[in-house]
């Protein structure tokens, strides 16, 4: 079952606020990490994490939904909008927190600069409206799930 990228957004969000040490992330961290995690879920489940499309744009790869949802914060942290985020099912909330685990500690530039050197994005034409195709994301992904074996 994919779920509302918003609501998977302000997942994001509210575990980094109350579960990373407090820091808000920015709009460029939040498209980085809606990306791993679409892409470890797509890997291992076979089903979209959320149905958006994730397109490739100049700073990596980017939900255009949740960019403007968010873009009024600027380059400030967003504060998330819930207090309750929503409860995926046992096996996805085990795989979410691993996913925000391995990679919440990185920059936003610090993803940016991961996220140019993985094929989907590399593979795709740079620019707003170019997405990247979840078949492409997710047989990447799966020769990620296999190197952490």
């Known amino acids: 079952m994919a779920y509302d990228v918003i609501d998977i957004a302000n997942k994001l969000l509210y575990l980094a606020n109350f579960d990373d040490g407090g820091e808000l992330m920015t709009n460029l961290k939040l498209q980085k990490m809606l990306y791993y995690e679409q892409g470890f879920h797509l890997a291992k489940f076979n089903t979209p994490l959320f149905d958006a499309e994730i397109e490739a744009w100049m700073y990596g790869p980017a939900v255009p939904e949740v960019y403007e949802h968010f873009k009024k914060y600027g380059r400030n942290g967003i504060p998330p909008e819930t207090e309750t985020p929503i409860a995926l099912t ?24 991961e996220t140019h050197k993985e094929l989907p994005w590399r593979a795709t034409t740079t620019g707003v409206g170019n997405v990247i195709p979840k078949s492409l994301i997710r047989d990447f992904f799966k020769t990620q799930l296999l190197n952490e074996s």
């Open 90 to 113: 046992t096996e996805e909330e085990g795989l979410f927190w691993e996913v925000f685990n391995a990679y919440a500690d990185f920059s936003a530039y610090g993803l940016m600069k």
